[in-house]
């Protein structure tokens, strides 16, 4: 990032993105906690990872009061502006994940953890794939590398066909064992949620992406 002439602005900017980096390695820890504590039936780490929600709603309100006093104070323009407006998009959506991890949590306890129960074990590399757009999105945004933030956009690919595959294991499933209907519809609705977490990753790649060349990335629907 090259250095402006009031050196308070660069030490703002080096600020939110240190900030938008604390949200992402916490979204990226609860998927993954979510995950485990599903699979495990441990309610007392799904608690843990509901509490510890608070703090990135605590990281986002800092981010936006940041970048409400960086444009008011400092009149950014350009490709600093769109640095400050991605930055307060992006705390957004990562709270919004935070907020997926979360309901994934409480769903813990809410399903029958069982070795016979296979839709179960899908879930976890659902998860992980997941887990791993965030972490590839926050590494873009941080070297505003327009290319990777391409290449987690068509990682989205990827995440939706885990979705379909487990949707259709899952009805398949509730068809034959009719006694399960309760908890694998509770596991549909974990795998939107992480199906939901691929597209907010997705959104963050095309804010990175603009931030990084003035331009939104080619729709390829």
């Known amino acids: 990032m090259a250095e402006h002439t009031v050196k308070a602005f660069d030490e703002d900017i080096t600020r939110l993105r240190g900030l938008i980096g604390e949200m992402g390695g916490l979204a990226e820890v609860a998927i993954e906690q979510a995950l485990d ?10 608690e843990k990872v509901v509490a510890r929600d608070k ?10 009061k940041l970048a409400v006093r960086v444009i008011a104070l400092r009149a950014p323009m350009a490709g600093d502006l769109r640095e400050v407006i991605a930055a307060l998009k992006i705390a957004g959506v990562v709270e ?20 016979k129960f296979e839709p179960l074990t899908l879930l976890p590399a659902m998860g992980e794939l997941a887990s791993e757009m965030v972490h590839d999105v926050l590494t873009a945004y941080a ?50 949620n992480l199906e ?21 990335p080619p729709d390829d629907d």
């Open 143 to 192: 070297a505003r590398d327009a290319n990777l933030a391409l290449e987690v956009i068509a990682t989205d690919d990827k995440v939706d066909a885990f979705y379909n595959s487990i949707f259709r294991n899952l009805v398949t499933y509730m068809v034959e064992n009719p006694a399960t209907i309760s908890s694998a519809a509770q596991l549909l609705f974990v795998a939107r």
């Open 37 to 46: 504590a599903l699979v495990r039936g441990d309610t007392e780490l799904a």
């Open 96 to 115: 919004r994940i935070g907020d997926y991890s979360k309901n994934i949590a409480r769903r813990v306890g809410s399903i029958e953890v069982s070795e």
């Open 196 to 216: 939901r977490i691929g597209d907010h990753a997705t959104n963050v790649a095309e804010m990175v992406h603009y931030a990084a060349t003035g331009e939104y």
């Open 55 to 64: 703090k990135l709603d605590e990281l986002e309100a800092q981010v936006d």
